[in-house]
């Protein structure tokens, strides 16, 4: 026992090297009938996550949004690669922040407005001068 | 391909009011500049610069500074390199920012391969890159830095694409030692028979520079010729690895110490494995001593095969051990780490109770978890990891930001208002 415990250095080189390996794993005892169904558990990843190089978890601070359904402390999946619709949820860069706003695109111009009347709309003339940094795809809101 | 000022963009991508600001991160402990944003340059702070002369002028400068947030910075490297990765089946990761990728086609493909690959990386993780597109890698490396230098090129340099006798005379600019590969000290003798540019390196003969210097050498003069002679080297992507590395605030200098650092790590690593219910079939242990002072170098490493798959804080321990015959008393080590390979699934395989250890038995592996969470990470450890106040080597990150895209505490802000 205290042999096959004790660990034996078998390779000492003067770099730490990586060894690839297949990870092989040896089935035992009797296999589940239901095995042949099961296909993993629901990974919310998957259904939640288009794109996991582009798609960042945030945390909302206050309560502009809070009449569309996205309140005070509630994080949001936000896509950076998507491109931003009239009626988008977006974060935008404003005053070097990260600002929640909805987007309109009219034909008078566009403006990110808050779904809370208390704040006011902003309006700017055209979607280049906007800074969006990325498209809002779900709300996590807690309840 | 190489992401620009890779640390400070990595920064800007969640506090957009860095943006036009002098940026500087600082290396482990808050010694040095390591990384610096344009602006920052523009104003003479040097690479290395050591934070006490820059903290005076923070204010005069609006100099924004930030610790190393590594953290951050793997998981934004890890997004790029995915995302890279779907331009080519051929992928090197060289470095944290820079990797290499092998593709093919013509000119005005590979302009505008290089030219998506750049604006992929700003509108999907939001940081700006360069590519240097060239039929060797030192050619590649070297593209990519004219494209980094001149603007002209919109951040993607094809070697093949700007004439010759203006690469000519870039190579005649530029010295030696700015190429991959040929260190300071190399240029030193390099200049000793007449060599002073990167032009001159590449007229020289191969072989005189193999027989006179090495074959590394000889690889560069070839390369620098346009025949490709290091080859790509393909890297395992996926989950079967863990690594737990650090740099010290002071260096080790004694094998008792090392012995307490690798105790730590076989600790996290033992937690790591059960957070994710794995176990680890094989440890590798090492250390460095740094690489600024080549006098005194010592880069031990040993690796050991568990006597079975295991999580076991008591084995991994023991195993890490091993490293501590090879390390020089005296000598500064500035670095040192652990990792466990080959992993699998526990409960996968139930070992036969002939090899089942007795402290998995008793579960002391959780139980140090449990301890650790609801006491502090300081306040239980197995032997000689388990130190009162901890242990003095662990990172000084003073100016760190927040874990924005790893921790569910520390995630972006968006303000709703």
């Not at chain 1, 239901?34 to 993993?40: E, K, L, N, T």
Request: glycine letters at 8%.
């Amino acid at each position: 026992m205290s042999l096959a415990l004790d660990p034996r250095v078998i390779v000492a080189g003067v770099v730490p090297w990586l060894i690839p390996v297949a990870p092989v794993a040896v089935a035992c005892g009797y296999p589940s009938p239901a095995q042949d169904y099961f296909s993993g558990e629901i990974d919310l990843n998957e259904h939640l996550i288009q794109d996991k190089t582009s798609t960042f978890i945030v945390r909302v601070a206050g309560d502009s949004m809070e009449p569309g359904g996205i309140s005070d402390g509630d994080e949001l999946i936000v896509n950076k690669a998507l491109e931003p619709k009239d009626g988008s949820v977006v974060v935008a860069i404003l005053d070097g922040e990260l600002t929640i706003k909805r987007l309109r695109i009219t034909r008078t111009g566009v403006i990110l407005q808050a779904d809370n009347p208390k704040y006011p709309p902003i309006r700017v003339p055209e979607l280049s001068e906007l800074r969006i940094w990325g498209v809002v795809t779900r709300c996590l809101h807690y309840v | 391909m190489d992401v620009n000022c890779f640390y400070a963009s990595a920064e800007r991508i969640f506090d957009p009011s860095l943006e036009g600001r002098p940026v500087v991160v600082l290396s482990n402990n808050d010694g040095c500049a390591v990384t610096r944003s344009d602006e920052a340059k523009a104003l003479g702070i040097v690479l290395g610069e050591p934070w006490f002369k820059l903290a005076p002028r923070v204010r005069e400068w609006g100099l924004q500074a930030r610790s190393s947030n590594y953290e951050l910075y793997g998981s934004i490297s890890a997004r790029v390199m995915e995302l890279l990765a779907r331009y080519s089946a051929w992928q090197e990761v060289y470095s944290i920012d820079e990797c290499f990728l092998g593709v093919k086609g013509d000119g005005g493909d590979l302009l505008a391969l290089g030219r998506a690959m750049r604006e992929a990386c700003r509108s999907h993780v939001g940081v700006p890159v360069c590519v240097g597109i060239a039929p060797t890698k030192t050619l590649a490396k070297l593209a990519n830095k004219w494209a980094k230098k001149n603007k002209a090129f919109g951040g993607v340099c094809r070697w093949e694409s700007v004439p010759v006798a203006e690469r000519e005379a870039l190579m005649a600019r530029l010295p030696v030692n700015e190429i991959w590969g040929v260190a300071t000290r190399l240029s030193k003798r390099l200049a000793a028979i007449g060599i002073y540019s990167i032009m001159d390196l590449a007229r020289a003969d191969p072989i005189r520079m193999r027989d006179k210097f090495s074959v590394v050498m000889m690889r560069t003069v070839l390369e620098l010729q346009g025949t490709p002679c290091i080859p790509m080297e393909e890297e395992r992507v996926g989950r079967d690895q863990l690594i737990f590395s650090r740099s010290f605030s002071t260096p080790i200098r004694t094998a008792g110490a090392m012995r307490q650092v690798m105790s730590v790590y076989a600790q996290q690593a033992s937690a790591r494995l059960a957070k994710h219910r794995l176990q680890a079939k094989v440890l590798t242990a090492f250390a460095a001593t740094s690489y600024s002072n080549p006098a005194d170098t010592s880069y031990p490493s040993v690796v050991v095969p568990l006597p079975m798959p295991t999580a076991d804080p008591v084995i991994l321990s023991r195993a890490a051990h091993a490293l501590v015959p090879r390390i020089y008393e005296g000598l500064k080590y500035v670095r040192a780490g652990i990792m466990v390979t080959d992993l699998r699934p526990s409960g996968n395989q139930p070992p036969l109770q002939l090899f089942e250890n007795a402290h998995e038995e008793r579960h002391i592996g959780p139980l140090i978890e449990e301890v650790a969470k609801k006491y502090g990470r300081e306040s239980i450890g197995l032997g000689v990891a388990g130190l009162k106040g901890g242990p003095d080597w662990s990172m000084k990150r003073e100016m760190l930001s927040p874990r924005y895209t790893t921790e569910w505490a520390e995630l972006p802000i968006v303000k709703a208002a």
